[in-house]
Each structure stands twice: as structure tokens, then as C-alpha cells.
């Protein structure tokens, strides 16, 4: 019995990125890139929040008796791990920019 394969989806040009946008429109594209990076950034603490917020609800739900434990242990690791790449992320970041401001021009 043969199995159906999609196929897959078409790849964007180049042209339509928005690094390439961003890059085509001279000095006005470090403002919008920097704000693209900071509205996701903003958005990724923003859902990391909620994760972290479900799972406090889960611990709750479990202590009580009517949540079930395997999902919460896994919501509990998901949520753990998403901290831990955050930090990392921070950290990174940190130490770009101090490297950036230990520069001499």
C-alpha cells in the first residue's frame, strides 16, 4: 500500500526576506530590524510567561487531585527548558554587547 506524499512547499526568494528588505532600505533598515528583534523578543518573554503560568496551574490542578501528573511533568519540562534557552539567549546577547562596547573604533 503506497503512502501519499505532499509535496513540499514552495521556498521564498530572496527578495522577500525581511533581512533583505531591511538591508535594501539603507540606514531607516537598522531601526526596522531592531525593532522586528525587539517585538520578537518581547513576544517570546511574553509566551514564555504563559507557559510558565499554565504549568503553575497544572502543579495546582495535580496538588489537588484532579490534574493528571504526566502532563503536568511534561509542561513542567517544556517550561524548563524554555527558561533555560532564555537565559542562555540573555547571556549571549550580554556578552555581544559587552564586546561590542569593549571595542575600539
Known sequence: ????????????????????QASSSG????????????????QAIDSLQQQQTATNAQ???VAS?????ANYMVSA???????????TLSQKATAA???IMSMQF
Request: no cysteine; hydrophobic share 45%; net charge negative.
Open 1 to 20: 500500500m503506497p503512502i501519499a506524499i505532499p509535496p513540499l512547499p514552495a521556498i521564498p526568494s530572496i527578495g522577500n526576506t525581511p533581512i533583505a
Open 27 to 42: 540606514a531607516n533598515g537598522a531601526s526596522v530590524a531592531g525593532t522586528d528583534f525587539m517585538s520578537q523578543l518581547g
Open 59 to 61: 502543579a495546582l490542578s
Open 65 to 69: 487531585g484532579t490534574g493528571n501528573i
Open 77 to 87: 519540562e517544556q517550561t524548563n527548558l524554555a527558561t533555560q534557552l532564555t537565559d
Open 97 to 99: 554587547f559587552n564586546l
